[in-house]
């Protein structure tokens, strides 16, 4: 049925001007939700790793770099989606065995943050190596941070610097390098350490560097403290179990990475 348009209602021309006005005065406005920025290395070289028997290492440097040689896949997955070995399932055969050398880069001049980097890395994996995944909560065996009763053994970390932090090591030795570092971000290396999740409970506030060394536990003829030992006398730090709800990761989907 056709309208009067002398009824008081707009022609549909005028209608359209008026709808179109108003959106743009919404998106001016930002209203309109914006889809997050997802981080990204700025560039990002990744080759296969041919000896597996070399040494892994990785490290954060100035620039914003990530440095890795020899770095299992696996790690990735630990670094990117924060889980140990055995909260991840689905992957394929020829993921348990893959390792990488990686040249990455975001183009700022400090050194990338641990959280950041874990973004950063989840965002290669998904681009370069396709990843998809799911999470599963499960309640399970987690490590509580805390501290010795004489208290902490720690340097305050002094000046503006940016945080760096590293964790290679010998054939008997592992070592873990950091400066300003919280206590958060301390958990989150143990983690990385321990292959369990470890929650921050020691109450301790500030940022610091530290150093800690101690005997690898894959190694039978290896001298020095455990990990565990090296915690309490070195840094005045305590691991103890509790029980805690961990997501588990179900791998989807993952495939070799893209060419460079």
């Known amino acids: 049925m056709r309208r009067d348009l002398n009824s008081g209602a707009f022609p549909l021309k005028i209608q359209r001007m008026i709808l179109w006005g108003i959106l743009s005065l919404l998106i001016t406005a930002g209203i309109w939700a ?3 920025v997802r981080p990204v290395f700025e560039v990002a070289t990744i080759r296969v790793h041919q000896n597996q028997s070399d040494p ?3 490290d954060l440097l100035p620039g914003g770099r990530f440095t890795a040689s020899n770095i299992p896949l696996k790690k990735l ?3 990117a989606l924060n889980v140990e070995d055995d909260q991840i399932s689905g992957l394929p055969g020829w993921g348990d065995a893959a390792s990488y050398d990686i040249e990455a880069r975001t183009g700022s ?3 990338i943050p641990l959280e950041e980097w874990r973004k950063l890395t ?3 994996l998904e681009d370069r190596f396709q990843l998809k995944f799911h999470t599963v909560p499960k309640e399970r065996t987690i490590y509580s941070l805390g501290v010795q009763k004489g208290g902490p053994k720690l340097t305050p970390h002094v000046g503006d610097g940016e945080p760096t932090m590293s964790m290679n090591g010998t ?3 592992n070592v873990m390098k950091a400066t300003k570092i919280s206590m958060t971000d301390m958990a989150a290396l143990l983690m990385r350490a321990t292959r369990r999740p470890v929650e921050d409970h020691t109450g301790v506030a500030g940022t610091y560097d530290i150093q800690l060394e101690w005997a690898r536990s894959d190694v039978a003829d290896a001298q020095g403290p455990s990990i565990y030992s090296a915690l309490e006398e070195q840094l005045g730090l ?3 179990t509790a029980k805690g709800q961990v997501d588990t990761v179900v791998i989807d989907r993952i495939e070799k990475p893209s060419e460079n």
């Open 56 to 58: 892994a290492q990785n």
């Open 238 to 240: 305590k691991l103890t």
């Open 34 to 36: 914006q889809a997050p």
């Open 109 to 111: 001049q400090g050194v």
């Open 77 to 79: 997955l630990r670094i």
């Open 122 to 124: 989840r965002t290669l």
């Open 171 to 173: 054939a008997t030795t």
